[in-house]
Nanobody, 124 residues
């Protein structure tokens, strides 16, 4: 089992920044795929960013590329999502996820474990 706990959400004005954190515990994560997803009211959960724990490569949804940066701290078992130049359309509950991969990493099916989510609200 893997436990994931997100933090760092909040209310910010458009153009502002937030950094989300995800604390991971449980199994050794060295081979896991880590992802960030978001879900706005009335919409499906959508992919934001992903990276393999053992790799430096990161993958981003097109609308956040250049504004969001995903990173990790191996020693602390932490994953982060730095969000800059935030827009009202970024408003959503943001979820951290972990999985064995094996499927398209932009789909929820690639992830087995999910955090409880943290609310991000961007005002115009």
């Amino acid at each position: 089992q893997v436990q994931l706990v997100e933090s760092g959400g909040g209310l910010v004005q458009a153009g502002g920044s937030l950094r989300l954190s995800c604390a991971a515990s449980g199994r050794t994560l060295s081979s896991y795929l880590m992802g960030w997803f978001r879900q706005a009211p009335g919409k499906e959960r959508e992919f934001v960013a992903a990276m393999y724990w053992s790799s430096s490569s990161t993958y981003y949804e097109y609308s956040v590329k250049g504004r969001f940066t995903m990173s990790r701290d191996n020693a602390k078992n932490m994953v982060y999502l730095q969000m800059n130049s935030l827009k009202p359309e970024d408003t959503a509950v943001y979820y951290c996820a972990a999985g064995g991969g094996g499927r398209n990493l932009v789909t929820t099916a690639a992830y087995d474990y999910w955090g409880q989510g943290t609310q991000v609200t961007v005002s115009s």
